[in-house]
């Protein structure tokens, strides 16, 4: 058995099936933090003003962030047992469905999603994420994502609390097309072709790959498939120039001068959807009849894209005095976004304030085995227990549909 295999089965053994996480921090160079992911105010540049600031905090990842300059660690989350540490992703490796579950090892040979709190000040560029077939050209997977607006962490909007998604329906690909060929003269007038959605806090979004997407400046729970790919579409952002190499950086090499190849990779149905909103947004379901036993699960990010339940979360909130078992159909990674309590035998406690660096005690990884048996939540505190919680691929069969929020 390997250093890092044992490590694993020992701390899952005292854990009672559950890894205690780090905090992973990755920065942006292209934008500017929004300041809630509880940083000391002096940490946002922890990495230097080189790599950029802090803007993202990123949990259950077996995913690298893709970003230029970056360690090759950057972006992967670690358990902490003993006075040492390890990735997830070795655990996973050495340990595979023991800690994710068969059905997922055998399908993927890995966890292959993960989630982030992301948190800008502004907006973020106009943007895509490929899907499968078109990231496999540059060895990489394609990105669909999900948001959740946690209102814990927003109680103050920043700049532009909306989001452009899609494009206009009328809109044709010659349009989008001249936007690409006015790159270099300034705002190449993108988001005139696009519409903004005000974000409400305790709302979210599905997001299938190919479809444009410029999210605004509330900070947001992000689960999505185990890729950082991307293409920008948008030239300049309040002000501030994109470099043309973040619009091409995932497309083949011999295509970064093909704006009509740049434009055909978009979904433009699904871009130019006069019933977008219908078709993408998500409000939670309370999932049973449980707040006489003191507590409220409930879905804040469920649906399919193309017809795949490729990733799934949940919000729980306890009262404080509260015990439950909690029950779950697969493995997850959890982050303590309000309050104390207990998860099993380990604590949960939510920091005002971190440093770079230092260990918290708000984000565990629970296996499949114990999230099936069920796990023992206690609110020990005087204030709500509020966690979120997401999970892999096909995990969660009972997990409602887009819309289904309507019924």
């Known amino acids: 058995m390997s250093n890092v295999a044992k490590l694993a089965a020992d701390a899952l053994s005292e854990g009672g099936g559950i890894f205690r996480l780090s905090p992973t921090w990755v920065p942006r160079a292209f934008l500017q933090p929004g300041r809630r992911l509880k940083l000391h105010p002096n940490d946002y540049y922890a990495l230097g003003t080189h790599r950029g600031g802090i803007d993202e905090r990123w949990f259950g990842s077996t ?3 893709t970003n230029e300059g970056a360690p090759d660690d950057e972006g992967l989350s670690y358990c902490v047992f003993g006075g040492e540490k390890f990735t997830l992703k070795d655990a996973i490796s050495e340990l595979g469905g023991e800690i994710i ?8 040979n890995r966890w292959p999603v993960y989630s982030k709190f992301f948190d800008n000040m ?6 895509m994420h490929q899907n499968t077939e078109q990231a496999a050209k540059v060895g990489q997977e394609g990105k669909p994502e999900s948001y959740y607006f946690p209102p814990q962490l927003n109680a103050i909007g920043n700049n532009f609390p909306y989001t452009f998604m899609g494009l206009e ?3 044709t690909k010659q349009d989008v097309i001249d936007c690409l060929d006015r790159w270099n003269e300034g705002d190449n007038g993108i988001l005139d072709l696009s519409k903004a959605y005000r974000l409400k806090p305790g709302t979210g979004w599905l997001i299938p790959p190919c479809v444009l997407h410029a999210p605004g400046s509330l900070l947001t729970y992000e ?7 991307f293409g920008m579409y948008q030239s300049m952002v309040e002000g501030r120039a994109v470099h ?5 950086k995932d497309f083949p090499e011999d295509k970064h001068d093909d704006n009509a190849y740049l434009v055909e990779a978009l979904d433009w149905e699904a871009n130019v959807d006069p019933n977008f909103k219908e078709n993408n947004y998500l409000e939670p379901i309370t999932i049973g009849d449980t707040a006489a036993a003191g ?6 990010v469920y649906g399919k894209v193309n017809g795949e339940q490729l990733f799934t979360a949940k919000e729980l909130t306890v009262d404080p005095g509260a015990k439950l078992t909690l029950k779950d159909t697969g493995a997850y990674s959890w982050i303590t976004v309000q309050g104390e309590g207990k998860i099993g035998n380990l604590r949960l406690q939510t920091p005002a304030m971190i440093r770079f660096g230092e260990m918290t005690e708000d984000e565990v990884f629970v296996t499949e085995k114990t999230a099936k048996e069920g796990v023992t939540i206690e609110n020990t505190g005087s204030e709500p227990l509020v966690s979120l919680r997401y999970f892999g691929p ?9 819309g289904d929020h309507h019924k």
Do not use: F
């Open 394 to 402: 096909d995990a969660c069969p009972d997990a409602p549909n887009v």
């Open 63 to 65: 995913t690298v962030a």
């Open 101 to 108: 579950g068969d059905a997922i090892w055998g399908k993927y």
């Open 122 to 127: 502004g907006p973020i560029p106009h943007h």
């Open 169 to 171: 329906p009328g809109t």
């Open 295 to 300: 507590y409220i699960d409930r879905w804040v």
């Open 244 to 248: 043309r190499s973040l619009l091409t």
């Open 223 to 229: 689960p999505q498939w185990g890729s950082d790919v």
